[in-house]
């Protein structure tokens, strides 16, 4: 069953287009321009019951704008969405009952206040009744640990304590979907771990859908069993993690040192570096055989040590981002060129309007581009 | 079948009955937030008393050269000081997020009231108590009790009216700070509706001559913060007590209203804050 059904969801903000002329000062109070930003467009996806789905994207590519649509925060400027059967632009008060939400850099807690006062408060929010929240706060004070600080004030808690107190108060009214926005955001190593087997731990014990965005590859690939990718407020990737990390599996690093200099040949294979008793290699397992590879480097000489490993995730979507990037940046160029040619064939002398608009226009004029092509 | 259930379950909830359990524990709440900081409270509490008492000297030795102004006398210049006072002082301590309301939507802080079931407006408004304010609601008693000849019918009128008045500096400051939906940063305008407001309320009708009288009625309504409760004070006027309710409760619902209306342009943002 879906508790997430998003169709088409777009939304623009509307921006004062800034001028570097003298008079601006004067058409900017009279008559202000004004240019629309695409932060998400036309984005469609479901999310399945108990599922943890990861929502990537470098900064500014609407993963946030999306999140808050789909709890209410925002009104979209088209499309639609439902999660868990409510209209969030028309029903947030009612979705509100069922959801949780953590977003990183917001608190829900009192900051001169312990956690404990903070839970009270949300109880009576929530309408809990006060049996029912003390047998709540306990459950989950005890599963996140929280018994040491509990009663200590939110100011003097570490980050990946108050991150911890965080979650557990998004769970005070066992929520049916938990939205995650950057929840482990500062946090060290450690905390980002704890943190980690928590929702695992979460979504197996409680059966708590998780929609999650983060930057952190490692939340990414111990947590979540699929991901969405949006870039520039579109979707461009929709896959299982299984089949995201086998892209990574198609590329291995080799590094091999050897005893003895020697000197490489590995028929046509440049190594990424070497000296003259070591190399790394870069290779597509599409391409080049691995196997082959090892049985080559091994017959160069008498190897000291050699090891193999997988492209990192992030190098994998670090690579979708830069390659999205790209194809948008190509666009805007060649959206430019068919406006020019647009402008000229109309005779007109003057600019282009709309000349100075970013990828908005852009990515609408590449369309006619990419018909022109 | 489910749209019934639905309908049901969100009938029993947001009852009348949780608001009031949720606005008790949010002040319960607020209380003990700013009483953790205890020598800061007592110096705000002290100090606004102490700056309200600095005017009441003033008018003192005005009223007594000048034998009256606008025609009030001395005690009530008092009764509308200390009435005020503690009318402005209940709508902070209550509502504490009155006046920083435009600056929480501007940075994005009403993410976390819209996140949850309860109405936003109502949320963010309760989610905080101004510490000086409570000097400000104990100055008003202060007056009463030092005010020569107060009856107990007089009490109940003093004690009756200030929740219209709270609400009635709620609904103003609320909605001059809703402003900030429609012109964005609107914290000039707010600031000036807030302090007229104020200073009006503060200043016998008398001195208010002319059209502009009307706007203290309307647009800026000290006359049913003072005046008109300066009025019942003084002539005992019971009936014109559920009338400074009624129209209390409209100037709060059209200020919400202002809210929902404006919460429609609401961007979000995303700077990093704390609840204090």
């Known amino acids: 069953m879906s508790v997430i059904q998003v169709q088409q969801l777009s939304k623009q903000f509307r921006t004062r287009v800034s001028s570097q002329q003298k008079t601006a000062w004067l058409t900017k109070l009279f008559r202000p321009q004004y240019r629309s930003i695409d932060a998400v467009k036309q984005v469609s996806f479901s999310v399945e019951e108990g599922e943890v789905v990861a929502f990537l994207g470098p900064n500014g590519a609407g993963k946030s704008t999306t999140i808050k649509m789909l709890t209410g925060i925002l009104q979209p400027s088209g499309g639609s969405s439902t999660v868990l059967g409510f209209d969030p632009a028309k029903q947030r008060r009612q979705l509100a009952w069922q959801i949780g939400s953590v977003f990183g850099q917001r608190s829900q807690l009192w900051f001169h206040l312990p956690p404990a006062d903070s839970f009270r408060l949300l109880g009576a929010i929530y309408e809990l009744e006060p049996s029912v929240l003390a047998r709540r706060t306990a459950e989950l004070v005890e599963r996140f640990a929280l018994q040491d600080y509990f009663d200590v004030a939110v100011r003097k808690l570490s980050l990946g304590q108050r991150i911890r107190c965080e979650i557990a108060a998004s769970l005070l009214h066992k929520p049916r979907l938990l939205f995650l926005d950057e929840p482990t955001i500062g946090l060290d190593v450690v905390a980002r771990r704890e943190i980690r087997s928590l929702l695992s731990e979460l979504n197996s014990v409680e059966k708590v859908t998780v929609f999650i965005t983060s930057h952190d590859m490692g939340d990414i690939a111990k947590v979540c069993k699929r991901a969405i990718i949006i870039h520039h407020g579109e979707v461009v990737v929709d896959e299982s993690m299984k089949d995201l990390k086998h892209r990574a599996l198609a590329k291995k690093y080799v590094g091999v040192r050897y005893q003895e200099p020697v000197q490489f040949s590995t028929g046509g294979l440049q190594p990424l570096k070497a000296t003259d008793r070591s190399a790394s290699f870069e290779i597509d397992t599409r391409q080049h055989s691995l196997p082959e590879l090892v049985r080559r480097l091994s017959g160069l000489g008498e190897l000291e040590d050699i090891t193999i490993e997988d492209e990192p995730l992030e190098n994998v979507i670090a690579d979708i981002y830069a390659a999205r990037s790209e194809q948008a940046a190509r666009n805007v160029t060649a959206g430019g060129r068919a406006k020019d040619a647009a402008a000229k064939s109309a005779g007109s002398g003057k600019e282009a309007a709309g000349a100075d608009n970013g990828r908005t226009t852009g990515s609408g004029e590449s369309q006619a581009a990419g018909g022109l092509s | ?276």
């Open chain 2, 1 to 276: 079948m489910i749209t019934e259930k639905k309908k049901q379950t969100t009938l029993r909830r947001n009852s009348l009955g949780s608001y009031l359990r949720f606005m008790a524990m949010a002040f319960r709440i607020n209380v003990k937030s700013v009483l953790e900081y205890r020598v800061n409270f007592m110096l705000q509490f002290f100090g606004m008393m102490l700056n309200n008492a600095a005017f009441a000297a003033f008018w003192a030795v005005l009223i007594e050269r000048t034998g009256g102004v606008g025609g009030y006398g001395f005690a009530d210049i008092m009764f509308v000081w200390g009435f005020v006072s503690s009318g402005f002082g209940l709508a902070h301590i209550v509502f504490g997020n009155i006046r920083g309301l435009s600056r929480i939507a501007i940075e994005g802080g009403l993410d976390v009231y819209l996140l949850q079931p309860k109405d936003p407006w109502l949320n963010l408004l309760a989610s905080r108590t101004i510490v000086s304010a409570w000097g400000d609601f104990v100055y008003g008693f202060i007056i009463m009790l030092l005010l020569p000849g107060i009856g107990i019918e007089r009490w109940l009128i003093f004690l009756s009216l200030l929740v219209p008045s709270a609400l009635l500096f709620s609904a103003i400051f609320s909605a001059a700070e809703s402003l900030c939906f429609f012109m964005g940063n609107s914290s000039s305008i707010s600031s000036a509706i807030s302090e007229f407001l104020l200073t009006f309320s503060l200043y016998p009708e008398g001195v208010h001559a002319g059209w502009y009288k009307w706007i203290l009625y309307s647009l800026i309504p000290s006359a049913y913060i003072a005046f008109v409760p300066l009025h019942v004070f003084q002539s005992l006027s019971w009936p014109l007590v559920p009338l400074l309710w009624g129209i209390a409760i409209v100037y709060i619902l059209l200020a919400r209203l202002l809210f929902r209306q404006g919460l429609r342009r609401y961007e979000s943002g995303n700077r990093m804050d704390a609840r204090i």
